[in-house]
């Protein structure tokens, strides 16, 4: 089995969010069962240099971009097992960051055609081939339509994982042959088309073999209009196709036994050093050092999409509970002023630090009782996983992957890994904070809890498991 995935970043070598970790994660895990991977990405400015020093230069190749002959050069570097190809073209990529340009429609559409191209050149062509997002997702469209004549191709399955539905990819009708030399028949009929602009993650959806989601729940709300961003009606339409396969998180990186960023190393059976790295916590950001007041943190993008605005409405009414609240992240500049005005009010309960710090969140996640991910939809969602990893229960509005993974803890039976509310409200989040709040005084119960929730098995070989008997049924 031979599987090629292609996405616009992956860690370590580039990574902005949730579609950066699971390229970094699963086509390795996948390697280490005996699959023959390969990855290709575009070479951006921003590569570290440690990698940089390793790339092999395999040759180059012309792209056409419509009336455009573009440079195409492709470099190569193996890691753990996979061999990742870079497409090198320093016009669309030779700038800082990933996304966000002018011209993001003409530099993922050279990319798109460069992963098609470099596959019979470099030879490595796949049985699989993986794409991911918007950004690759009319793949699957022009390796049929537009290179369908190509004998090497023509066994080629195509997958197309859908990681966030919010962006398609929508371009004016002139972009098909301004970037890829088709004509607009494609559009007339409606093939391409959807609410009178070309929608690359339509027509992927459409041409894909198999369509995924990274969560069981994501897969079914993207079918309702409330989810689907306007293309539910094509999902129902392909449902046959589509199906939800839950992200995993790396077992290794995140391990509180062994995490070399966190205070104090811990396990299931020594929980009670948790409560160090609470301590150290609240002395690293000056809030009072007291092991009895429950600490809730967040580690997230401050935007409407993550809860924010619920949190902003009922945070006065938060903090009137005894309980100490840690924000972590930027964002909205409303959201950052707002928060950053109540915290210069709440000095003792509330710390809002505006940054991106992979380093402190580890602390947060091992030194917080509690996580809050109030998120308006969640396609999956990783930092529940990595909170329940290090035994801090997450509270989450009960949606996409965040119902899959937390287990809501029940009165009755006594028991989950979390706590949950299923109206997106801000009420609703808050007797779910209350509730949390009287489960922690039950030591006992609370213990049996984090337990629960350290032993979850979200970890990428489950999840690595489902995608190859997917493939495995693809290739028949």
Known sequence: MRVLFTGAECAPFFKTGGLGDVLGALPNQLAKSGVDVGVVLPLYQDMPEKYRKQLEYQGNFIVPVGWRNQYCGIFKLERNGVKYFFVDNEYYFKRPGIYGYYDDGERFAFFQQAVIMMMERFDFIPNILHCNDYHTSFIPFLLREKWGFVQAYQGIKTVLTIHNLEFQGKYNAQTLPEFFSLGYDWFDSGIVRMDNDVNWMKTGILYADRVTTVSY??????????????????????????????????????????????????????????????????????????????????????????????????????????????????????YEHYLTEIANNHKNKLKVILAFDVKLAQRIYAGADSFLMPSAFEPCGLSQLIAL????????????????????????????????????????????????????????????????AMNSDFSWKNSADKYKWMYGELMG
């Not at 609240?282 to 924010?308: A, D, H, Y």
């Not at 509310?421 to 709040?437: E, P, S």
């Open 389 to 452: 990893r290090y035994g801090t229960l997450p509270i989450v509005h009960e949606i996409g992957g965040l119902a899959d993974t937390v287990w809501v803890y029940d009165k009755t039976k006594n028991a989950g890994t979390g706590f949950g509310f299923k109206q997106f409200d801000g009420y609703q989040m808050v007797q779910a904070i209350k509730k949390m709040l009287t489960v922690y005084q039950q030591k006992k119960n609370w213990i049996m809890m984090q337990k629960k």
């Open 217 to 334: 729940s994501y897969a079914r709300e993207i079918q309702t209009p409330e989810f689907g961003q306007g293309l539910d009606g094509i999902l129902r339409m392909c449902s046959h196709k589509l199906t939800g396969i839950l992200n995993g998180i790396d077992f290794n990186k995140y391990n509180p036994e062994t995490d070399k960023d966190i205070h104090t190393t811990y396990n299931i059976h020594h929980l009670n050093r948790k409560i160090q790295n609470k301590t150290a916590l609240q002395k690293e950001l000056n809030l009072p050092v007291k092991s009895n007041v429950p600490l809730i943190g967040m580690v997230s993008r401050l935007t409407s999409q993550k809860g924010f605005q619920l949190l902003i409405d009922e945070l006065e009414n938060i903090l009137k509970f005894n309980v100490q609240l840690v924000i972590l992240g930027n964002g909205d500049p409303y």
